[in-house]
């Protein structure tokens, strides 16, 4: 579980992380060319997504897109350079989004309607899980085919799941194998444990992968949609270079790749599109470009000229074309709601700040101030309330009167608590990045308001990098702003990737969300985990109710968003909920 | 002649040294966090201690300085990751090695340099001779005075104007794009051309007023005035005589000017968005990927010390006057 | 323009006949090689150009040597060696009794006082940042002759006596002429009140009607002031005006040397005979009969590797074998006076090739 | 960037017969002859109007600020939420308007940006010269070991690509000097005091080796001059020919050498700002406005232009000027 960033900056591109799994569902959502309006701004821009589920029973190919043309070229440019393009390491949202082009996976998400839905994909069905829950076993769909057109055999899924346990050669990419797998944590990777290994089993003959848990894992079929469930040919893996020549099992083939610079992706012809329900394969050529300015490149989409029309950026809408975003040019953009909630830096340390103080800050924080100050914009977030985030099936969205989700803040009342408390003058001390402009802008409003509400303000800067050790220090003397502070990107639609890893009281001081250490909760959020998926949203929903109102640890702040310009050229751009990026294979040009 | 190759070689050799040994104090001296930044999300201290042990931080660091010198002569084994002679070190970000990154980058920035100093030098020469031939007449001024004006906007200004106007808003220039020469020379040629043209220009009007001077400097020679008191022509003199003699200068000013050169490409490389060496040094100092730096710096360094020895020997040949002492 | 131009009389000459006198400067053996490194084979080949080669001559308290060949031929080169700006490779330069030939700056800050240079080229040799005050005063300052407050009035002294306005004290180089920069020279070399002067082709970048004004005032400074000269040059007129005793330089070595009326009314070595016969006549142009010319061939041969034998030779017309194997001494030959040696196998006097440089000069 | 400079040394030779002109007064020195050359030209005054207008900005900022009202505080109100843009470009409250977002006013920044321009301009500048200068002279003039020492110094540091230097040194440096106990605490405007600092040694490090060659140079043609040759004569000590007779001669091609400079270095840290290891606020520069504006420069165009404008201006006033005074101490090119 892990991890989340920061909502992208207009100005610094996105590059958040955690692709992930999950049957959202998602609702309003964006574009498709010719007037289709999109959700930036307006009555949208407060809409709640709706959520979708899971669909075991979808079989391909994929349904038609409406007017969707064959052909042409369609240009990605891009100011982020993916780190890894090894499928045993994938974490982040762009690369999850190349990869599936190129690489199937056991299941794997799909738009229906703008709604994500989990459905098979190399796998039959979404995995059959044994009575006590603790073994699953996937059988995949017949020949399906390497781009060389040898076939894929359920061992090399199996090799390429082990593969993902050597984390020191391939550092980087998910672990929730390891915390559930059996003997996970004893298993280093096919390198150094050998091929053997328990908790993944693969009988060629009838094409099944049988995996056994050391504890139930309710969710992983959604786990099962990451790249590392792939496919990956033993005599084919070159481990740390792999990632410079991956074999392809999708309806894209990679041609050439330049590391840090470009990636060109041609039509994979021993693709099988009868057997794959989330993918086409429209253009002819994929082009990646990375390292792009993403100011330039942003003017030049706009623009909209040659080359520009067939381009696209998931670089988020840059503050240069911000206007044009939000007038002329508002159809070459695709905005839609994404897996992350921020909470901007008011994680509060429970154990350090008393409950009513709590709840002063809240009171006070100035929600519009500092997305103004941090520069996002309606493209990158919507206003919201709660920790998770409104498309997790069955969850329900709310307001607490408390946690409004927008708004400047009410100092003046923030100050008429703490007078209640008789704790005037009461100290927040937190550490923020003084080499980041937008950290420093964000700093000053919060300073001010908060010294409007009557606390003492210690606001400490340090370096960016250093910032990012001492929120996580587990004895940093600020209580503010610690642990995971600026937000949580859930990995797969489901409480279970949001709640545990920010509340769980095992998790080290400074590593989930407030520090809050009470056993019943824990005990609660386990009871929920193990609850089949279906059932789990709506307690989910209650529990978020109750974190919020008991403990206060923090300002639930924006529901963030996904977005992405393109030229006139490209259609059917279409954010996928569960990844905040555009779902690449329906993407077509014309 | 072989000795005195030999002894320039010898000098740009301790230079070399000498950089890379400052190269080597500056980027790992001091204070960084190498491990850290390799071991990414799931850190925990013991793979920080695992990575620092990898990559060798863990030792006296004149045993590093020892391997990392000697992995540029004959290549290293990290930590059972193999890196090639030239090994310039490991990303600590990318994790591969840095030799990789440089070769990929490399040729990007040699092609820009490379057409930028093919229009630079026509462009500069044929005003720079032009301004002189008019010298004082409204020609000649109008040169001057376009060249100080282009000076004097910031480059980077410029570029991002040529770039969103010339290549982006009207299309009237191929859109800057880089093929390997040996993959297409055409989509190379195409690809550049409008980088060539812009850099090449930008450039050439600093060179103009150079030229301008010295070709100055030459007419008003004794030898060039007897030429033209055999009533040569002035075209005659200014080609045959004055710009012989004004390549000599030009060669040095090349030699001198590479490091700049290079400089220039970094803003053109940032800002037209190609992979070369200057946005590979951008873009691993924003994640502060130390080893990618110094790597560069000692490319960049050996580039600049062969050029100038090949300079210096390309003087000999073309002036006459010049002896090689 | 000065106040020495009307002066014209005949030099008064110092015989040079007994050996009785102590010498003021004397120098022996004097030699200065540079090494030369040539990169044209696979090693590197380091040469000597041999400036100077091994120079023997002295010059009396009062005296004036003149030293005179085609350029190139060394004898600035001895110039600056004497004066010490320069170290000699080997050989012995003895200032009034002392050896200077190896003395360090520090040892010579005395001796500067007694022996100063006059440069070739006005426009040169005065610091163009500097005002006639400060170039004059600073030899003043630096050997503390004059207290501070009476500075200005001895530059303004020297001034007078060099024939400029000492009103002028306060301008700086580039507003005076040639000829009046060539005074200031000679004004800051006097500063210091010395006893020897080396005085490098002090003319020869002047006008010719300003040589005669500048030679004038030399010859007035030598009578009045006593001064002893080396004076290089190669125009041979200016020379027999104004120098007692004349040494004659080809290739770094002295070639003849001897009294005035020695070299120019019976020169014996070839190559003094040639450069005597093509000073340019002026009588010629008045119409009197062509004398017999010598004309030399060849260029001179490189200082990094000069002939065998006898220098001279492979221009020479008397040129024979012995001459390639055996280097002639300097030495006394026979028909030959008291102090007059000539380095040759074959001498022979020449008496009518001088005479018409008498009107030349004057 | 010095190249151009070598041919002053033919300055020395100066007026004289074979130039006749006009006769001099009493007593003028060659500088003060080029000094009255340069106030006869009409370019090199109007540079020196202009140079004088951002010297003025530079030292009367807090002053101009006040007059404007201005600050440097956020603005959240001046601008629309939505686009972050201000609905004005200019109006009275704020002449230059406000930047994106936070609303920061832009004469604020423009005015205090001017000092760290001809700050870093003149002081690099100036250090470089003094470095340069110095290691020129004991080059040139001591020779031997000392110039073998110097000449390889030189090669040396020109071989090390300045910019990527420069890029690799402003990190190194903050994490050494940013946080000097360890805590990670970089006291407020520290890291901007040492990308200050960075920077002027960067310029001058890089920047003096061209210098002190060409000094060199210079030094070992003059100390065959036979002035100097007469100064030795005279029994000189060999630190009083270097201060007095040699130093003045170079006077020329240093005050050359130093306009070329100024607003070569202006120049360099605007760029160095735009890719981002320049100056930081607090400590405004041109530089840094630009390289914040440039992405706004057709939908808040006075963003860039503004401060474009003053460096533009600037650097073109400087060279001008600074080819006016090396027209002005070179006798060779009279206008």
């Known amino acids: 579980m892990r991890w989340t960033t920061v909502v992208a900056l207009a100005t610094a591109g996105t590059l958040s992380l955690a692709a992930c799994g999950g049957s959202g569902s998602s609702g309003t959502n964006s574009n498709n060319d010719a007037g289709a309006s999109n959700t930036a701004l307006g009555d949208a821009y407060e809409k709640v997504p709706a959520s979708a589920g899971q669909r075991p029973d979808v079989k ?387 300073v001010a308001q908060l010294t409007k509400a009557g606390f003492k303000v210690k606001a400490i800067g340090v370096s960016k990098t250093e910032r990012r050790k001492k929120v996580r220090d587990p004895k940093a003397p600020v209580n503010l702003g610690q642990g995971v502070n600026t937000g949580w990107c859930y990995d797969w639609p489901q409480g279970d990737s949001i709640y545990p890893p920010l509340f769980n009281s095992t998790l080290p001081n400074n590593s989930g969300a407030g520090n809050i250490r009470d056993k019943a909760l824990d005990k609660e959020m386990a009871d929920i985990a193990n609850l089949p998926v279906a059932e789990q949203g709506a307690k989910w929903t209650a529990l978020d109710k109750k974190i919020l109102q008991k403990y206060v640890p923090l300002v639930p702040n924006a529901y963030s968003k996904g977005s992405m310009i393109f030229g006139s050229k490209v259609h059917n751009v279409v954010i996928d909920p569960n990844q905040g990026i555009g779902d690449f294979p329906s993407i077509w040009v014309g | 002649m072989l000795v005195y190759i030999l002894r320039r070689v010898l000098l740009g050799l301790s230079v070399l040294l000498a950089a890379i040994v400052a ?255 200057g946005n590979l040094a951008l873009t691993s100092f924003d994640t502060s990927d130390l080893p990618v730096i110094a790597g560069v710096v000692v490319v960049g360094a050996v580039i600049i010390v062969s050029l100038n020895l090949l300079v210096d020997l390309l003087y000999g040949l073309v002036d006459p006057r010049v002896k090689l002492s | ?48 150009v041999r400036a100077v080669d091994g120079v023997s001559f002295d010059v009396a308290p009062g005296e004036t040597l003149g030293l005179v060949g085609e350029s190139g031929c060394g004898k600035t080169t001895t110039g600056r060696l004497v004066t010490r700006l320069i170290d000699p490779t080997s050989g012995s330069i003895k200032f009034d009794g002392k050896e200077i030939g190896q003395a360090k700056e520090r040892q010579l800050r005395s001796m500067r006082r007694d022996m100063q240079l006059i440069f070739q080229d006005p426009y040169q040799s005065l610091n163009p940042r500097q005002t006639v005050n400060t170039i004059i005063g600073t030899p003043l300052e630096v050997h503390n002759l004059v207290p501070k407050n009476k500075r200005k009035d001895r530059v303004q002294e020297l001034l007078e006596l060099v024939g400029l306005n000492p009103e002028h004290v306060n301008r700086y180089p580039n507003e005076f002429s040639g000829g009046q920069r060539q005074r200031i020279g000679i004004a800051r070399a006097l500063a210091v009140e010395p006893r020897l002067i080396v005085a490098d082709e002090p003319v020869s970048a002047l006008d010719v009607s300003i040589q005669a004004q500048v030679m004038n005032l030399l010859e007035k400074l030598r009578k009045e002031l006593n001064l002893a000269f080396v004076f290089v040059a190669h125009d041979l007129g200016v020379v027999r005006h104004f120098c007692d005793r004349v040494a004659v330089m080809y290739l770094g070595k002295i070639v003849e040397i001897g009294d005035r009326s020695d070299i120019y009314e019976a020169p014996q070595h070839p190559y003094t005979q040639a450069l005597l016969s093509a000073a340019p006549d002026l009588n010629v142009v008045r119409g009197a009969e062509r004398k017999e010319r010598i004309r030399l061939e060849g260029d001179v041969p490189s200082p990094i590797n000069p002939p065998s034998g006898c220098r001279f030779r492979t221009r020479c017309w008397k040129a024979q074998d012995v001459c390639a194997q055996e280097e002639p001494l300097l030495e006394i030959k026979s028909g030959a006076r008291q102090g007059h040696q000539i380095a040759c196998h074959f001498p022979e006097i020449k008496d009518d090739l001088a005479t018409s440089l008498e009107n030349t000069s004057a | 960037m010095s190249l151009g400079a070598g041919t002053e040394a033919t300055m020395v030779a100066d007026a004289d017969e074979r130039a006749p002109g006009p006769a001099p007064r009493e007593g003028k020195s060659p500088t003060q002859i080029a000094l009255e050359r340069l106030r006869k030209d009409k370019v090199a005054i109007a540079c020196l109007f202009v140079i004088g207008f951002f010297v003025l900005v530079a030292i009367l900022a807090p002053v101009l600020v006040s007059i404007a009202g201005v600050d440097d505080q956020l603005h959240l109100d001046q601008v629309n939420p939505l686009t972050g843009l201000a609905s004005f470009q200019s109006n009275a409250d704020h002449p ?81 000097f940013g946080n000097p106990d360890s805590s990670g605490f970089i006291e407020e405007g520290r890291e901007s005091t040492i990308r200050f600092i960075v920077l002027i040694c960067v310029l001058v490090l890089f920047t003096w080796p061209t210098v002190a060659r060409l000094i060199r140079g210079e030094v070992l043609s003059l100390r065959e001059r036979e002035f100097v040759q007469a100064a030795r004569s005279l029994g000189m000590p060999t630190k009083r020919v270097v201060m007095r007779e040699l130093l003045p001669n170079l006077t020329g091609p240093m005050i050359v050498n130093l306009t070329i400079l100024i607003p070569a270095f202006i120049a360099t840290e605007a760029g160095l700002s735009f890719l981002g290891v320049g100056l930081k606020d607090p400590t405004y520069s041109w530089g840094q406005t630009i390289s914040q504006g440039v992405t706004f420069f057709d939908s808040y165009p006075i963003w860039m232009w503004i401060p474009t404008i003053s460096v533009s201006l600037l650097v073109l006033a400087l060279s001008l000027f600074g080819d006016a005074v090396s027209d002005a101490f070179n006798p060779q090119t009279r206008r």
């Open chain 2, 23 to 277: 190269t080597f104090c500056i980027f790992f001296l001091g204070p960084s966090d190498p491990a850290g930044a390799l071991c990414g999300r799931q850190c925990t201290p013991d793979r920080i201690v695992q990575i620092e042990k990898d990559l060798g931080l863990n030792k006296p660091k004149t045993e590093q300085f020892v391997t990392y010198t000697k992995g540029l002569v004959a290549g290293n084994d990290l930590g059972g990751k193999k890196c090639d002679a030239p090994c310039l070190g490991w990303s600590y970000v990318q994790n591969r090695p840095v030799t990789d990154m440089v070769k990929q980058a490399f040729p990007v920035t040699v092609s820009i340099v490379i057409g930028g100093i093919v229009v630079y030098s026509t462009l500069g020469i044929l005003f720079g001779m032009i301004a002189a031939r008019f010298r004082g007449k409204p020609l000649d001024r109008v040169i001057v005075g376009v060249s100080q004006f282009v000076t004097s906007i910031p480059y980077f200004v410029l570029a991002q104007l040529f770039f969103l106007y010339a290549m982006v808003y009207y299309g009237l220039i191929p859109r800057a794009k880089y093929t390997s020469i040996l993959d297409n020379p055409f989509t190379w040629f195409t690809g550049l051309l409008g980088i060539w043209l812009f850099y090449g220009t930008v450039l050439s009007a600093n060179y103009v007023r150079y030229v301008r001077a010295s070709m100055i400097d030459v007419q008003n020679q004794d030898y060039i005035r007897t030429a033209r008191s055999k009533g040569l022509g002035e075209r005659k003199i200014a080609i045959s005589h004055a710009l012989r003699a004004g390549i000599a200068p030009f060669l040095t000013l090349l030699g001198l000017a590479v490091a700049a050169e290079l400089g220039g490409a970094i803003f053109t490389e940032r800002i037209f968005g190609l992979q070369g060496m």
């Open chain 1, 60 to 446: 391909g190919p994929a349904p038609e897109i409406a007017g969707a043309k064959k052909g042409g070229t369609l240009t990605f440019n891009s100011d982020v350079t993916p780190e890894s393009t090894d499928p045993s390491t994938q974490y982040y949202q762009d690369t999850a989004a190349i990869m599936k082009l190129t690489t199937r996976t056991l299941t794997a998400y799909r738009m229906e309607g703008g709604k994500s839905v989990l459905v098979p994909d190399m796998a039959t069905d979404l995995g059959q899980k044994s009575k006590d829950g603790l073994q699953w076993k996937f059988t995949l769909k017949p020949n399906l085919k390497y781009d060389d057109g040898t076939p894929i055999k359920a061992s090399d899924v199996a090799y390429s799941i082990k593969r993902s346990f050597a984390t020191e050669e391939l550092p980087g990419g998910p672990t929730f194998q390891i915390d559930y797998f059996k003997d996970g944590d004893k298993y280093k990777g096919p390198w150094k444990s050998g091929d053997t290994y328990s908790g993944v089993e693969a009988d060629d003959a009838k094409g099944v992968i049988t995996i056994n848990l050391a504890r139930k894992f309710e969710t992983l079929s959604y786990f099962a949609s990451f790249t590392m469930f792939g496919a990956i040919p033993k005599a084919k893996d070159t481990k740390t270079n792999y990632q410079l020549k991956w074999a392809a099992t999708g309806p894209y083939k990679v041609q050439s790749y330049t590391k840090g610079s470009s990636l060109t992706l041609v039509k994979n012809t021993n693709w099988d599109a009868a057997s794959d329900p989330a993918r086409h394969q429209y253009p002819d050529t994929i082009q990646f470009n990375f390292g792009k300015d993403a100011a330039t490149t942003a003017k030049a989409i706009m623009a909209d000229n040659g080359i520009d029309q067939t381009s696209l950026t998931y670089d988020g809408v840059n503050a240069a074309v911000l206007q044009q975003a939000l007038g002329a040019k508002r159809k070459q953009v695709a905005s839609g709601p994404s897996n992350c909630v921020n909470w901007n830096g008011s994680t509060m340390d429970v154990n350090k700040i008393p409950l009513e103080v709590r709840k002063a800050v809240a009171a006070a924080w100035p929600i519009d101030q500092i997305h103004q100050a941090a520069g996002e914009t309606p493209f990158d977030y919507s206003p919201g309330g709660t920790i998770g985030a409104p498309q997790v099936p069955g969850f329900t969205k709310f307001n607490l009167p408390e946690f409004p989700g927008k708004g400047q803040g009410d100092p003046a009342k923030a100050k008429a608590m703490l007078q209640a408390a008789g704790k005037l003058n009461f100290e927040l001390s937190y550490y923020y990045s003084n080499d980041d402009e937008a950290a420093k802008n964000v700093n000053k409003v919060k």
């Open chain 3, 1 to 48: 323009m000065s106040t020495a131009s009307t002066e014209t009389s005949e030099t008064v000459v110092h015989p040079r006949r007994d050996n009785t006198r102590e010498p003021l400067l004397e120098v022996t053996d004097l030699v200065k090689h540079y090494p030369v490194k040539e990169y044209t084979g696979l090693f590197p080949t380091t040469n000597q």
């Open chain 4, 96 to 176: 230059f308007g406000v930047k994106a977002r936070t609303g920061e006013d832009l004469f604020y920044q423009w005015a205090y940006g001017a000092r760290p321009s001809l700050v870093v301009g003149i002081a690099a500048s100036a250090l470089t010269m003094v470095v340069g200068v110095t290691m020129g002279l004991l080059a040139g003039f001591l020779g031997g070991v000392v110039d073998t020492v110097v000449s390889w110094i030189v090669d040396f540091l020109l071989s090390l690509p300045f910019l990527l230097m420069a890029i690799g040194i402003v990190p190194i440096a903050l994490q050494r």
